[in-house]
């Protein structure tokens, strides 16, 4: 079992930035981050390996970058230039390789980007 937290979410205006991270109780493999904005379904964001091989969403390319620091089992996203259809719940997500593969899933972080 991992138990994922996240911290950093809240209110920025259009063109800010804003950074997240989240502490993994456990040995994780890939990292990521997934979003879900009002009335819409969660997508991913962007996903980093634990050799450090990333993944973009293309909305978000070029503005986020995800980083993971693997002696403190946490991984971050750095936002910049946020736009107004940023918000959204963001979501850590920790995948388990292995016979038995896990997925699992942080509370959630709310970032509003809003004037």
């Known amino acids: 079992q991992v138990r994922l937290v996240e911290s950093g979410g809240g209110l920025v205006q259009p063109g800010g930035s804003l950074s997240l991270s989240c502490v993994a109780s456990?040995?994780?493999?890939?990292l990521g981050w997934y979003r879900q904005p009002p009335g819409k379904q969660r997508e991913l964001v962007a996903a980093?390996?634990?050799?450090?091989?990333?993944n973009y969403a293309s909305s978000v390319k070029g503005r986020f970058t995800i980083s993971r620091d693997n002696a403190k089992n946490m991984v971050y996203l750095q936002m910049n230039n946020l736009r107004s259809e940023d918000t959204a719940v963001y979501f850590c997500?920790?995948?388990?390789?292995?016979?038995?593969?896990?997925?699992?899933w942080g509370k959630g972080t709310l970032v509003t980007v809003s004037s």
């Open positions: 980093v390996t634990r050799g450090g091989d990333t």
């Open positions: 997500n920790a995948h388990v390789n292995g016979y038995f593969a896990m997925d699992y």
């Open positions: 456990g040995r994780t493999d890939t």
